[in-house]
């Protein structure tokens, strides 16, 4: 079929979603069977699917009926990543908690490489799970897109961009970075750096936005040179407090968008002879066992993250019970703990 003068070969589930002026989730529905679709939208599915020859993955998924009882939880990291960070256990308690009480068994996915992830997409082509759960989504990340072709319910933790047409379940990570630097400002502070997560993640941006948006209400000048960017890990929290401190030697507080870059951020203020909180103040994101068991105990935002995986797992488990006419998306709030670090 060609779509805007370029060939794109066979039609898409995308295709035919815009063909019939639904959603995709829409088009799955009407292929899977679910009574949860009005007759119209019914209707304008099956004009599409004929007028463009769309055939569906397996049959229309000939054996939908048919569950297979089994979500797969993704997460595109290493074991040693899963293992060191809090925030990724949480979600994965908050999702089996969620998936146990509905009787369904969860398949935990690590992706580490193209050959997984190729090896997954097969996996999820035979139709062996009733839906996807997705963590830690870059925005470059092909594979809720692969998920929703295949017709099988996704939804993500976070999102890859504003536009993010798959359901999500995120968190107010603008409002993070602002009340971070508010309080910071408030406590005198002038000379406010931070240390960001991988820019091409959708949280990671909106937390450097939640920061510009802070120091702007105080008054205070956006200086790029307080702007460092990191991996979400500890060492890569440690490397940008030393570029930051080179740079900035007169800064004065940080906010790390998360509790583990910020563990490192303390690290190298210690090495540097920096003392927390009176030499620097030092906040991060999560609120988890690192930012309470450091010294001092850290200043966090609270995400609910436990929460959100089962959120997350309620939202799936409604996807695929036909309940839901359009991607539900969700952003839970998120609040200040101030502790000694501040």
Do not use: W
């Not at 240390?195 to 990671?204: C, K, N």
């Not at 990191?230 to 968008?257: K, N, Q, S, Y």
């Not at 909180?277 to 436990?306: C, F, K, N, W, Y």
């Amino acid at each position: 079929m060609a779509v805007n003068g370029r060939q794109t070969g066979r039609p898409t589930l995308e295709e035919v979603a815009a063909r019939a002026g639904v959603g995709r989730g829409t088009v799955s529905r009407v292929i899977n069977g679910s009574p949860r679709v009005s007759d119209r939208a019914k209707a304008a599915v099956a004009r599409a699917i004929a007028e463009l020859g769309y055939v569906p993955n397996r049959a229309a998924r000939a054996l939908a009926g048919a569950r297979t009882d089994a979500v797969a939880l993704v997460i595109p990291e290493t074991e040693a990543r899963l293992f060191a960070e809090p925030y990724f256990l949480d979600i994965i308690r908050g999702v089996s908690a969620e998936l146990a009480d509905a009787d369904k068994q969860l398949l935990l996915t690590l992706i580490r490489s193209s050959k997984e992830r190729r090896r997954f997409e097969q996996y999820l082509a035979a139709q062996r799970v009733d839906g996807v759960l997705l963590v830690s989504v870059h925005a470059d990340d092909p594979l809720p897109d692969v998920v929703q072709e295949l017709g099988i319910p996704a939804v993500l933790n976070g999102r890859r961009s504003e536009a993010e047409p798959v359901a999500y379940v995120d968190s107010d990570n603008v409002g993070a970075g602002r009340s971070a630097v508010g309080h910071l400002a408030v406590r005198g502070r002038r000379r406010i750096a931070t240390i960001t997560g991988p820019l091409d993640m959708y949280v990671a941006r909106c937390r450097l936005d939640g920061y510009r948006q802070g120091l702007t209400a105080a008054g205070l000048v956006a200086d790029e040179d307080l702007v460092a960017s990191a991996d979400f890990t500890e060492e890569g929290g440690r490397r940008a407090m030393r570029d930051l401190l080179e740079r900035c030697p007169d800064l004065d507080a940080v906010f790390a968008a998360s509790d583990v870059m910020a563990a490192g951020a303390r690290v190298a203020l210690r090495e540097a002879g920096r003392r927390v909180p009176d030499d620097v103040a030092l906040i991060g994101v999560d609120d988890s066992a690192v930012a309470r068991h450091m010294d001092p105990p850290l200043t966090s935002v609270r995400q609910p993250i436990e929460e959100m995986g089962r959120v997350m797992a309620r939202v799936l488990l409604q996807e695929i019970a036909g309940t839901e006419e359009e991607p539900r998306q969700l952003v839970l709030p998120t609040a200040l703990v101030i502790r000694e670090s501040s």
